[in-house]
């Protein structure tokens, strides 16, 4: 059974051992009001932590304990009500209103949502004016895990024990995350035009001056590969994803025709010689056998520029993760950061291309170089690319609520105003 979770148990507590006590159902299906502490330390790392209350008094005592003894900085906790039923898409999700503590609703949904997708409940968040004063009180608070490592906790698997199973509600399937194909979509179209750019176009002008090569029709093939996958990927998604991306798929694959006519004259200039011999290529050799590979000098100014490329691509990516770390934390981002993560995507994609036209012994030389960017940066480049794209869509979706709530006040006031017009009129005959 899975222990229970407290203020007092979540101290001392494993990582694996607060995700399985998280994922008690039962208690989230009882559950009138929750903690949420943000940037918990758990196991040396910064956690994002969430604990139910049956009752909401029990949650206060809690929160106000937690103020007076200083457990966790106030500007990153919340305490509040919580309630869970399915929304209009079948899917499970959780109303919280914070009611005490600084915690702001907006750093609440963009570190909490990944937490509760482990149990597949869409969560909300407001703020009452009580929960606001706390807010605007501990502001200038610092915070002593800052400089912790961030621990996402999707490391952990947990499977639910039969109580656990039996007693949660029954679950709808969860809403598709269109984030990350949408985040995909737009890497790869951001590539192909690229390659568009700097490749198909200079392979056009190499056939009308009779210097193609066959390293040209491969990368034509190469090129319609990555098209045959961005339709793949395009035609596969729903209805949202494919209206978020229709434009740029559409500009990719208006190029198509152009493409292929490229695609069948390398074709006929190749593969229509297989039996002479006397045509050659600018790296000499047949023109079906392709460029001679013996004895090939390794080209040192290429080895030198990928490595420098290599090292501005290694600083600009520290300074672009810590500036986007700032705006997240202090609720800053704007589009304009999805663009800079866009750019930066799009310049590592470049080295990897120049990566892929080296020769065996070239990539030998720059292997290390370009596993560690592989390994390393890209990754971290797509997650920081998930999270600007989830705080925005939470950013927007609550000042929608805020200017939907706002605007049936005012209607409430114009009704009321109505009404005393018309007491008036009734006083006065």
């Given at each position: 059974m899975a222990e229970e979770l407290s203020l007092d148990s979540i101290k001392d507590m494993k990582k694996a051992d607060f995700i399985k006590a998280f994922k008690n159902k039962a208690a989230w299906k009882k559950a009138k009001s929750v903690i949420i502490l943000v940037d918990y330390k758990l196991e040396g790392k910064k956690a994002i932590i969430a604990i139910p209350f049956k009752k909401e008094n029990e949650m206060k005592l809690e929160m106000k304990r937690l103020k007076k003894e200083k457990l966790h900085i106030l500007k990153k906790s919340g305490?509040?009500?919580?309630?869970?039923?399915?929304?209009?898409?079948?899917?499970?999700?959780?109303?919280?209103e914070l009611g005490i503590g600084g915690l702001k609703p907006e750093l609440l949904l963009l570190k909490a949502s990944p937490l509760f997708e482990k149990i597949k409940l869409r969560i909300q968040a407001t703020q009452n004016e009580e929960a606001m004063a706390d807010a605007a009180a501990s502001e200038g608070e610092v915070d002593t895990n800052e400089n912790l490592p961030e621990d996402s906790l999707d490391d952990v698997a947990v499977d639910e024990s039969p109580e656990e199973a039996e007693s949660?509600?029954?679950?709808?399937?969860?809403?598709?995350?269109?984030?990350?194909?949408?985040?995909?979509?737009?890497?790869?179209?951001?590539?192909?035009?690229?390659?568009?750019?700097?490749?198909?176009?200079?392979?056009?002008?190499?056939?009308r001056g009779n210097s193609a090569t066959q390293e040209h029709l491969q990368q034509t093939e190469e090129t319609s590969e990555l098209i045959d996958s961005l339709k793949e990927k395009f035609e596969s998604a729903g209805e949202e994803v494919k209206r978020q991306v229709n434009d740029s798929v559409n500009r990719i694959l208006n190029l198509v025709p152009n493409l292929d006519r490229i695609k069948t004259?390398?074709?006929?200039?190749?593969?229509?010689?297989?039996?002479?011999?006397?045509?050659?290529?600018?790296?000499?050799?047949?023109?079906?056998?392709?460029?001679?590979?013996?004895?090939?000098?390794?080209?040192?100014?290429?080895?030198k520029s990928y490595a420098d490329?290599?090292?501005?691509?290694?600083?600009?990516?520290?300074?672009?993760?810590?500036?986007?770390?700032?705006?997240?934390?202090?609720?800053?981002?704007?589009?304009?950061d999805v663009e800079k993560v866009s750019k930066m995507i799009e310049k590592v994609q470049k080295h990897e291309d120049i990566f892929d036209a080296m020769s065996e012994e070239e990539k030998e030389k720059v292997q290390k170089m370009r596993d560690t960017i592989k390994t390393k940066v890209t990754p971290e480049l797509e997650k920081m690319m998930d999270d600007v794209v989830r705080y925005l869509r939470v950013r927007d979706n609550i000042a929608e609520s805020r200017a939907r709530d706002q605007q049936g006040v005012r209607d409430n006031i114009q009704d009321l105003r109505s009404r005393l017009e018309s007491l008036k009129a009734s006083l006065a005959n």
């Open positions: 305490g509040g009500t919580i309630k869970i039923e399915v929304g209009a898409d079948g899917q499970r999700e959780a109303k919280i949660a509600e029954p679950e709808t399937e969860e809403a598709d995350n269109n984030t990350s194909l949408i985040t995909e979509i737009n890497s790869l179209t951001s590539r192909i035009g690229t390659l568009f750019r700097d490749r198909i176009q200079p392979i056009a002008n190499a056939i004259a390398l074709r006929n200039l190749f593969r229509g010689n297989s039996n002479e011999n006397t045509n050659t290529t600018e790296q000499g050799g047949s023109l079906n056998e392709g460029p001679a590979t013996e004895n090939v000098a390794l080209d040192r100014n290429k080895l490329q290599g090292k501005a691509i290694a600083d600009e990516f520290k300074s672009l993760k810590a500036i986007i770390k700032t705006n997240l934390e202090d609720l800053q981002s704007e589009n304009e």
